[in-house]
């Protein structure tokens, strides 16, 4: 069955303290990888897009990288406004009408 | 900057009521999704539509919901009757298809709480 598991589930961090999450995946003919950041109360927000392993992709204090089983969102020097649960997710299917399956997030706190 | 529109943004009903939510994805975005997200965890997805035509809907529970796009623009999704498990939040994505990306842009999505 494909799966997406995101860990951990909850993380605290001090402000400036540099960390992972993880994504890893069991889906047949991975077409993308995405991570999305979702604020209390919101819908999720669109980060990245990874097609292939070895891809990277940054943005701020972001950056996200895809191996062939998994995916890091790596978060350097975090402020408090990083705070957001970070959602993992992946296209299930090999057709334009794929659907899109979400692992469980990563609630990140980070504390000034 | 587009968006996806959804009402309400709150509902408080009792069990065994009716509750309708509404949907506008972005003008132009072909595919629409239905997700059910319950606190603490990942959207789940209820339906997806190909303009006016259902797509998937094996999440949706179809005794008590119900989902159309019947122009293929705006959408509803609706729950009669509500059971205390549905209290969710419910959010709506839409994407273009001119996009091989698959990169949904999500609403702020519908809390419902049933009482």
């Known amino acids: 069955e494909d799966q997406v598991t995101q860990s951990p589930e909850a993380l605290r961090l001090q402000e400036g303290e540099s960390s992972s999450l993880n994504c890893s995946y069991t889906v047949s003919g991975l077409r993308g990888l995405f991570w999305y950041r979702q604020d209390p109360g919101k819908g999720p927000e669109f980060l990245f897009t990874?097609?292939?392993a070895g891809e990277e992709k940054e943005k701020e204090r972001l950056k996200a990288t895809l191996t062939k089983k998994e995916s890091f969102l790596h978060i350097t020097a975090p402020k408090p406004e990083d705070s957001a649960t970070y959602l993992c997710?992946?296209?299930?299917?090999?057709?334009?009408?794929?659907?899109?399956?979400f692992g469980k997030g990563t609630r990140l706190h980070i504390l000034p | 900057e587009a968006e996806v529109a959804q009402s309400p943004r709150y509902k408080i009903t009792e069990k065994s009521q009716a509750v309708a939510f509404w949907c506008d994805p972005i003008s132009g975005h072909a595919t629409l999704y239905w997700y059910r997200q319950i606190l603490g965890q990942g959207p789940e997805l209820l339906v997806q539509f190909q303009d006016e035509s259902v797509v998937d809907d094996s999440q949706l529970p179809k005794d008590r919901f119900s989902a159309e796009r019947l122009k293929g623009v705006d959408s509803t999704l609706k729950i009669q009757p509500a059971e205390l498990g549905d209290s969710a939040m419910y959010l709506c994505?839409?994407?273009?298809?001119?996009?091989?990306?698959?990169?949904?842009?999500f609403g702020a999505g519908s809390r419902l709480t049933v009482l």
């Open positions: 994505a839409s994407r273009s298809q001119r996009s091989g990306a698959n990169v949904l842009t």
């Open positions: 990874l097609y292939s």
């Open positions: 997710a992946v296209p299930r299917g090999m057709n334009r009408d794929d659907k899109i399956i």
